[in-house]
């Protein structure tokens, strides 16, 4: 069931505007440690909650191949940007191009690692799965 696209907009705005503004005090640990994270936590179920829910089928073609391909890295991107950006920082690159060159390095490679890696084996495991 789809909910009015005004109303799940309107609470997607609301629910993003509380996640960038709630004021966290303290050290940055209570973000993941301190009662703020119950609140951050409910705040991402219902920005979840208004993607789930929500009808985004006027979403331009072009953005939504990009968010599937974003989608579909973002295991790989989870797993190895600390990995990347690490073996770029400690190059001897001005500082200056270290991030733009770990962000392309890191996309790059992901996709790579999803094409060659992480989809075959997806589909290898299908194909076992089908077979009993």
Same mark, same amino acid.
């Given at each position: ?5 005004? $109303?799940?907009? /309107?609470?997607?705005?609301?629910? $993003?505007?509380? #996640? ?8 940055? &640990? ?11 936590? /409910?705040?991402? #179920?219902? &920005? ?7 009808? #985004? ?26 990995? *990347? ?6 190059? $001897? ?7 733009? /060159? ?8 992901? $996709? /790579? *690692? ?19």
């Amino acid at each position: 069931q789809h909910f009015n696209k005004k $109303s799940v907009l /309107l609470l997607l705005l609301v629910f $993003s505007l509380i #996640f960038i503004f709630y004021p966290v005090t303290g050290n940055a &640990i209570n973000i993941i440690a301190g009662p703020e994270r119950i609140i951050y936590t /409910l705040i991402c #179920f219902g &920005i979840t909650f208004c993607f789930f829910k929500g009808d #985004f089928s006027y979403v331009a073609p072009y953005l939504k191949k990009t968010l599937e391909w974003l989608g579909e890295i973002s295991y790989s991107l989870y797993l190895l940007h600390p990995l *990347i950006w690490s073996l770029i920082a400690l190059s $001897s690159l001005k500082i200056r191009f270290v991030f733009p /060159l770990a962000v392309i390095a890191t996309f790059v490679i992901c $996709s /790579l *690692i999803y094409k060659f890696i992480e989809q075959p084996a997806r589909n290898l495991g299908l194909k076992i799965n089908n077979k009993k």
